[in-house]
T-cell receptor, first 116, second 116 residues
Framework: DQQVKQNSPSLSVQEGRISILNCDYT??????FLWYKKYPAEGPTFLIS?????DKNEDGRFTVFLNKSAKHLSLHIVPSQPGDSAVYFC???????????????FGQGTILTVHP | NAGVMQNPRHLVRRRGQEARLRCSPM?????VYWYRQLPEEGLKFMVY????????ESGMPKERFSAEFPKEGPSILRIQQVVRGDSAAYFC??????????????FGPGTRLTVL
């Protein structure tokens, strides 16, 4: 049961343009969402997070949008740079009882390639 | 370096041997999490620990796998009698806050286990 889905395995973007990475979730109890970037042979690097009380959170070139009714979130990167080329994972946690925020559920990842 | 540290980075074991993976959390973090990433998949939660306590082990296989986070020293993920299917990247994460509320988890570089 894949509760967090990233339906696009890959995305290719020109440098300077916008990259939009999408993520869908099925568990309505999820209320905290995170995006991570991962380079090969390294651990995931935290990028940005959003709680369900917001619909947008911005940090520099990165903006995350949350649409609770559609159970959908997206990560916008503007402008995209070649160094952004990596695998991007969305993750979710929620008030599922007890210490449930300690368990992140990850999507499968989207490979972003930014061409110079 | 104040980041999450894991060692070894690469570990090769023959079937039936034991594997021990170590994780030192970020300074000031007392919550540790272990995740596994199989080839071509996202990260899967295994276990959440605090000092001397296992908080959530719902993602741990029932047999051969164990984890601890002693009062002194790193957290240890132990896999007994390894099989080829255990070959994966194992990531440790840590957080300042616990699992009862939103918390950002910061990941180490991972240990890549290969079982021959």
């Amino acid at each position: 049961d894949q509760q967090v889905k990233q339906n696009s395995p890959s995305l290719s973007v020109q440098e300077g343009r916008i990259s939009i990475l999408n993520c869908d979730y099925t568990n309505s109890m999820f209320d905290y969402f995170l995006w991570y970037k991962k380079y090969p042979a390294e651990g995931p690097t935290f990028l940005i997070s959003i709680s369900s009380i917001k619909d947008k959170n911005e940090d520099g070139r990165f903006t995350v949008f949350l649409n609770k009714s559609a159970k959908h979130l997206s990560l916008h990167i503007v402008p995209s740079q070649p160094g952004d080329s990596a695998v991007y994972f969305c993750a979710a946690s929620g008030n599922l009882g007890g210490t449930s925020y300690g368990k992140l559920t990850f999507g499968q990842g989207t490979i972003l390639t930014v061409h110079p | 370096n104040a980041g999450v540290m894991q060692n070894p980075r690469h570990l090769v074991r023959r079937r039936g041997q034991e594997a021990r993976l170590r994780c030192s959390p970020m300074k000031g973090h007392s919550h540790v999490y272990w995740y596994r990433q199989l080839p071509e998949e996202g990260l899967k939660f295994m276990v959440y620990l605090q000092k001397e306590n296992i908080i959530d082990e719902s993602g741990m296989p029932k047999e051969r796998f164990s984890a601890e986070f002693p009062k002194e020293g790193p957290s240890i993920l132990r896999i007994q009698q390894v099989v080829r299917g255990d070959s994966a990247a194992y990531f440790c994460a840590s957080s300042r806050g616990g699992g009862i509320t939103y918390n950002e988890q910061f990941f180490g570089p991972g240990t890549r286990l290969t079982v021959l």
